[in-house]
């Protein structure tokens, strides 16, 4: 039996997007605590309608451990909303850690940076393998979009649904706030593929050790101009050459010489703390 929107109570809301509103909920039949996204549905072409489902459809097959589990969606008998329902996140995220950090001028640990590199990576070469030809883009990669578990592993959550309806060019203009996570390709208006959530994962990687992203500017014209550069410092000393080298491997400008997702995976440095850190099993839960 398919789900209704009285198989569930809202909890409370946690935020609103550009895109829509979160709220926590439980799952009447079991008391499990959820969340839902509310979207606007009722607005969308009979063309984006589809896509979005199908995107939904997509992001349910994916089951792993370090992937927020999409359950459900729902449409509202008006037709006006669509419900996304998902795993609740409620160990903070990238972002308040990083902030925490800056606040408290402490460096993270190398190992445990290393933690989150391999477990976002395994995030995403999950999506990014071909089901039946389709590849899930995250599109949204940040660090307020990776949250932490109680053991403080990664969930990859909050993927951007809805630009999957705007089509390729737009997403420059449809990105609300600043994009330091933009890669260049996007910059020059170009079409997103794997290789944009790529750079935007080696984008917060070089964050998670320097506590600042490695292209910041006042506006976006300078921003737009450093990213097409693609010069950045080095992270902090206390890091390692090994880690400084994968993460600067991966914030390359040209598409062709950025590593796919396979690729940072079997990077030597990457396979051996995968295998230290205890990070080599199974992740994908069925
Ligand atoms: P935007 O999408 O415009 O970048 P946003 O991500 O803050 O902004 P939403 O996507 O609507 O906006 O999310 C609203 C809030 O819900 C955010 O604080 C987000 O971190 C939180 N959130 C998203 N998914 C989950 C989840 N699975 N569990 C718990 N909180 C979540
Ligand atoms: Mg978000
Ligand atoms: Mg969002």
Redesign the pocket.
Known sequence: MPSTLDDFAVIST?????????R?IRRKKDGKVL?W?EMDYGSMTETEKQMLVSEVNLLRELRHSNI?RYYDRIIDRSNTTIYII?????RG?LASLISRCRRDEVYMEEDFVWKILVQITQALQECHRRKNGKAVLHR?L?P??I?LDSDENV?L??F?L?RVLHHETSFAKTY??TPYYMSPELVNNMSYNEKSDIWSMGCILYELCALRPPFTASNQHELNKKIRVGDFARIPNKYTDGLNNVVAKIIRVEVHKRPTIDEVLNEPLVMKKRTSLGLDFNQRDE
Do not use: Q
């Not at 998902?86 to 409620?90: S, V």
């Open positions: 946690i935020g609103s997007g550009s895109y829509g509103t979160c926590k969340a996204k927020v998902m795993e609740y996140c409620d995220d949204d940040k307020a979009n949250f969930k959550g909050d951007g809805a609300v706030g």
